[in-house]
């Protein structure tokens, strides 16, 4: 787990968990570790690309692939979301859409994680307090938002959630700018007070620092478990103040 975008002077947890107003969220990879449900919804879809265009899947997967190469290399190294590439490649934000609404399915491969839960419970109440105001958590996602729903939903947290910023919700994907700044109004603070949680660091973290918002990237859902301490929100009577191996930077 690693701090990015806030200064130095600001690494100890109680002094993250007063600047903080708000805490947005990725979901795939974040919330939860479950490599092959990920990997097969990008399977899944670029088989669904290729039919489109009457194509072998893994001819599809070669000309997405080497688009993306291409992309990167004129990016400074940047990577692109297969949301964008399809874009690129004749297949609209809103087909893209409608294939992730009926192809995904989160219930067949999430289940309820109440570590996750307790997580989320903690950083929304600042650590279980009851006089303090509760913070505004959104997830921020690739996928429509119903589908990012249905995710929180079979995690067991999506009551927890104040809103889902989708592909639907700006019609672009991450690591463009649009969806970052829908989950900024929802919060309706300074991006300075905000992180964002995320695992891909060209997808979720460096557009979230280029609007000044702080990032936490995550090797997966045992991280987020670790969030609390890192913000200095942990419950009543754990004075744990551990960050976990956390470092600014
Ligand atoms: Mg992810």
């Not at 899947?57 to 688009?67: D, F, G, M, N, Q």
């Not at 289940?111 to 303090?132: F, K, V, W, Y």
């Not at 557009?207 to 670790?226: E, R, S």
């Amino acid at each position: 787990m690693q701090l990015f975008g806030w200064p130095a002077d600001i690494d100890a947890p109680q002094r993250i968990g007063e600047r903080l107003q708000g805490v947005l969220f990725d979901i795939d990879r974040t919330l939860y570790d479950d490599d092959e449900y990920a990997h097969g919804q990008i399977t899944a879809l670029i088989a669904r690309f290729a039919r489109q265009f009457d194509e072998e899947p893994a001819s599809a997967h070669r000309r997405i692939k080497e688009w993306q190469r291409t992309w990167s290399e004129t990016n400074a190294g940047a990577r692109q979301s297969l949301g964008n590439t399809f874009a690129s490649l004749g297949v609209p934000i809103e087909t893209s859409v409608r294939w992730r609404e009926a192809i995904i399915e989160p219930e067949k491969h999430l289940q309820h994680d109440q570590r996750l839960r307790r997580a989320m419970e903690l950083i929304r109440t600042r650590g279980s307090r009851p006089d303090a105001p509760r913070l505004p958590l959104v997830v921020v996602t690739n996928n429509p938002v119903s589908t990012g729903m249905r995710s929180l939903a079979a995690l067991g947290v999506d009551d927890l959630v104040d809103k889902v910023v989708g592909l639907d919700t700006t019609m672009r994907s991450k690591p463009d700018a649009a969806p970052f700044r829908a989950a900024l109004d929802r919060v309706g603070c300074d991006a300075a007070s905000v992180v964002c949680v995320g695992d891909r660091y060209d997808v979720d973290i460096a557009p979230a620092l280029a609007l000044g918002i702080g990032g936490v990237l995550v090797d997966g859902v045992t991280d987020v478990y670790q969030l609390p301490a890192l913000f200095g929100f942990n419950a009543p009577g754990d004075r744990s103040d551990r960050t976990a191996g956390a470092t600014g930077a």
